[in-house]
């Protein structure tokens, strides 16, 4: 191993030494209101450069958020500085995502007649980033503008073959599926073609996994919640990125209750996993596994790509335990239920 490589993984361990502590998390639950959470996440935890600025006395969930999500993008972004040759493509892929959360929240706000909310909630560190014109994308009110807007984008080409429904209506759903899948297509072909061997083999198993509980909790989503017929919730799954066979896929699709489909993805390797994670709701499942894999992954590793892209999971889960912990202060939940919606 080469000593920039070393220098990655000493780096992205160090950082991660810093996260937030089981005696944080006891603390910060322990606070009687969203000002005590901001004095100790100024007094005692590596948010404090980030946060010296703000009035606790005044914390808006939506700007405090954008503000955390600017410092971990700029905590990854100086990991990536370092020479590798995926350090380029893992900092497009934090763009990417970042990218489509915004369109996806911008076409969600069509539908509804709300775009002029937009751009409050728009992350200033992409605009230093992106092909998007955001000045065009903020002011649009309608499809045609919004097409406008990202024409100069890779991403024109998918969303040109969708329009408004005759009630003005997208569907947001299948937009959105078109959307990850070309962003993990992108993230596919950088690791086929800069990774080998053992390397390689973590790094697909790592998405290939997150992915298949994204189908998993997918497929109970649009049974719940909207009652789908199976061809339909087929459709809207990014079966080419998983581990899972077409046919389990299926069956889950075609299963005819929540229960059916657990038993379904228990009975896999990887639906295994269920049983040691301690989830709270069905919700909760796919974004413990990707923590438990990731804290695996930076601790044991010998692959700066793998503990890069680990470093960077585990720091989107802070992230919104912070905003989940703050929110469930604001609202007087109770520290038990706060507590189930830390994931740590």
Not at 115 to 143: C, G, M, W
Not at 265 to 278: E, P, Y
Request: glycine share 4%.
């Amino acid at each position: 191993m080469s000593a920039t490589s070393y220098a990655v993984l000493a780096k992205a361990r160090a950082k991660y030494g810093k996260f937030l502590t089981d005696r944080d998390y006891s603390n910060l639950i322990a606070c009687q209101s969203v000002a005590e959470v901001m004095v100790y996440l100024k007094s005692h935890t590596h948010y404090a450069s980030v946060l010296s600025d703000v009035n606790e006395r005044d914390v808006h969930r939506g700007w405090l958020e954008l503000l955390l999500r600017q410092y971990l993008f700029d905590e990854f972004d100086s990991l990536c500085r370092y020479d590798s040759s995926l350090s380029a493509g893992f900092s497009r892929y934090v763009v990417e995502k970042t990218e489509v959360e915004q369109i996806v929240r911008f076409m969600i706000l069509l539908n509804a007649n709300s775009t002029d909310k937009f751009i409050f909630q728009f992350p200033a560190f992409l605009s230093k980033h992106t092909e998007i014109d955001v000045n065009k994308l903020a002011n649009a009110r309608n499809y045609d503008e919004f097409l406008e807007a990202l024409k100069n984008t890779s991403y024109y080409a998918i969303l040109k073959d969708f329009w408004p429904d005759e009630k003005g209506r997208l569907a947001v759903s299948d937009i959105e599926n078109k959307l990850y899948a070309h962003v993990m297509r992108h993230m596919h072909e950088l690791i086929k073609k800069k990774t080998k061997g053992q390397e390689q083999r973590e790094l697909l198993s790592l998405f290939h996994t997150i992915n298949d509980y994204t189908i998993f909790s997918r497929i109970l989503r649009l049974k719940k919640y909207y009652n789908l017929p199976p061809e339909v919730i087929k459709s809207n799954m990014l079966s080419e990125f998983s581990s899972l066979s077409p046919k389990l896929i299926e069956k889950m699709c075609e299963a005819q209750s929540s229960a059916e489909v657990f038993g379904i993805m228990q009975s896999t390797g990887c639906g295994r996993l269920i049983g040691k994670i301690g989830y709270t709701h069905a919700s909760d499942i796919t974004p413990r596994v990707q923590y438990r894999l990731a804290k695996k992954n930076i601790h044991f590793s010998n692959n700066p790509s793998v503990v890069m892209i680990s470093f960077m999971l585990l720091s989107e889960t802070e992230l919104m335990n912070v905003i989940g912990l703050i929110e469930g202060i604001r609202y007087q939940h109770d520290q038990k239920t706060i507590q189930s919606l830390i994931i740590h």
